[in-house]
C-alpha cells in the first residue's frame, strides 16, 4: 500500500514538473518576439493591421487596414483601405513602406504615396515596391474620411514586419 501511494506522489511531482517547465518554455518563446514601434518582427508571409477601435468609427471615419505580403525575391506587395460611413466628400490613404533598420532599431521610410477621392464611402490602393533582400518590411497607413479639408476623422493602422530572406 506505501508503494503504492509512494508512486502515485511521484507521478504527480513528475506531471507538475513536466507541466511546470513547459509554461516557462511557452513563456520564453513568447518574451523572444521583437516589437518595434508596435510592429512584431515575424517570419511570416503576409501581414495585416487593422486601425484600434478608440481611433477608429468618427462621424464619418468606419475603418482602416491595411497589408503586405512577399511579392518575389526583391518585391513586396503594399495595400491599404479606408472605409466612411457613409458617402462622404473626401477620403484619402496615405501608405508608408518601411524597412526595418536594426542599427537604429527604428524604421526607415522605402516608399509612400496617397490616394484620395471625392463623393464616396470606400478608397483602395495598392502597389508592388521594389527593395533590398534581407531586411524586414512592414506597411503603416493613415485613414482620412471627411466632409471638408477642415472637417474630417483620421486614424492609422499598421502591419507587423515581415521578413524579405
Known sequence: MKKRILSILCSMTLLCTIATVSMIEVNAAESEEKVVDGSVLTMEENSTGYSKP????GEYLMTGDC???????TRVYAYAS????TEVDYIA???????????????????WWMEETHNDYFLSTAKSIKVDRGYYYRVRANHIAGESAYDYDETASATDGILLP
Open 67 to 73: 497589408s503586405i505580403s512577399k511579392a518575389g525575391l
Open 93 to 111: 490613404t496615405i501608405v508608408y513602406v518601411e524597412q526595418y533598420l536594426e542599427e537604429e532599431d527604428d524604421w526607415g521610410q522605402v516608399a
Open 82 to 85: 479606408t472605409t466612411a460611413n
Open 54 to 57: 478608440p481611433l477608429t468609427r
